[in-house]
């Protein structure tokens, strides 16, 4: 009598190559058996009415051109005039290189989004202007830090001024800034290179920032998120410890000027600067220390704005306008050229 076995289902024990598709299915997670590498990221930009993006595209292009303009003046009068070959206006140069650096980096790109709505960047584009960005960023924090350091010293020993603050200690000075922006900058690139991008590749913003690309990571980004809090507090932070202390040293040496002349060409030469990083921290903050909740997109973006198109026009004007020694240059140059 033939016995009738229970039947269990197809077995696939038996055949190699569905075993081998049995075992990966179970050892693999659902969320990660469809995962596909992000390889380009969607910009939105500014989503508002193409009458208001002619207009800002109008007015941003000749920002552009106008912040080129003024920063490549400053750095060639700075690199021609006698009279400007002190490190103050050596760290100046410096300082519109770096804004040239950044306004190169994130406008371009932003006219073309906003011409066309919303713009297509690759993986590795996206992740150049980011590291270029937030260097360039990293570097006027330090380079801000250095100029205090000059005018701290120019005015509370200004006997040992040019002794101290040699034209080779300010390119030590200021290959250190560089240096130390773009290699502790590099290292923050190479952890967010190594999160997995997966899901939406959709940013809403104009470049690609810190933020935007940590929420798009399909990785545990809670170790990079602590980094990036790390250095923001050894490249912002500190940096403004350093300034604050500079100038209360400078405020409590210039009340100590007898004269009330010498007392006000002191602050003169410290307003520049001081108005430069009024504006710039406080933009930063805006965006990166102030709380997001109840801040809208569109107010991010504007407040975005503030620092990567409108603090590298600002800069220039504000050192050119407040400068007799820039001024006086500048004239020189001109009636030279209409001489000639």
């Not at 997670?29 to 380009?40: G, L, R, Y």
């Not at 073309?112 to 150049?128: D, E, P, Q, V």
């Not at 205090?148 to 040699?166: E, F, G, K, Q, W």
């Not at 990567?308 to 050192?319: A, G, K, M, R, S």
């Amino acid at each position: 009598m033939r016995t009738r076995s229970a039947w269990t289902g197809p077995s696939i024990s038996r055949t190699p190559i569905a075993a081998t598709w049995a075992s990966s299915i179970v050892s693999t997670p659902p969320e990660k058996t469809n995962m596909t590498a992000v390889t380009e990221f969607i910009l939105l930009g500014f989503q508002v009415s193409q009458n208001i993006r002619i207009l800002m595209f109008s007015l941003l292009i000749v920002i552009y051109w106008f912040t080129m303009f003024m920063n490549l003046l400053i750095i060639t009068l700075v690199s021609t005039s006698k009279i400007l070959h002190t490190p103050m206006y050596f760290f100046i140069s410096q300082l519109s290189i770096c804004d040239l650096l950044l306004t190169t980096d994130i406008v371009p790109n932003m006219l073309h989004i906003l011409l066309y709505n919303r713009g297509a960047i690759t993986f590795i584009g996206c992740m150049t202007q980011f590291y270029l960005f937030v260097a360039s960023e990293a570097s006027e924090c330090l380079l801000l830090t250095v100029m205090s350091y000059d005018r701290y010293v120019a005015i509370s020993n200004p006997l040992h001024y040019s002794s101290i603050m040699t034209s080779t200690y300010s390119m030590i000075l200021s290959v250190i800034s560089w240096l130390a922006a773009f290699s502790i900058i590099l290292c923050l690139l190479i952890t967010i290179v190594m999160l997995d991008f997966c899901g939406p590749n959709i940013i809403d913003h104009f470049f690609c920032d810190t933020l935007p690309l940590l929420e798009l990571s399909c990785s545990d980004s809670y170790n990079v998120q602590l980094e990036v809090s790390f250095l923001g507090i050894l490249l912002t932070l500190v940096p403004i410890v350093i300034i604050i202390f500079s100038y209360t040293r400078i405020i409590v040496t210039t009340l100590r000027i007898p004269s009330s002349t010498g007392r006000q060409k002191a602050f003169s030469t410290c307003s520049s600067h001081l108005i430069v990083v009024s504006i710039f921290y406080g933009t930063i903050f805006s965006v990166y220390v102030v709380p997001t909740r109840g801040k809208s997109s569109t107010m991010s973006k504007i407040l975005s704005l503030l620092y990567t198109v409108f603090t590298p026009l600002i800069n220039p004007i504000i050192y050119s306008l407040k400068n007799n020694d820039i001024k006086k240059s500048l004239r020189k140059k001109i009636y030279r050229r209409l001489r000639y």
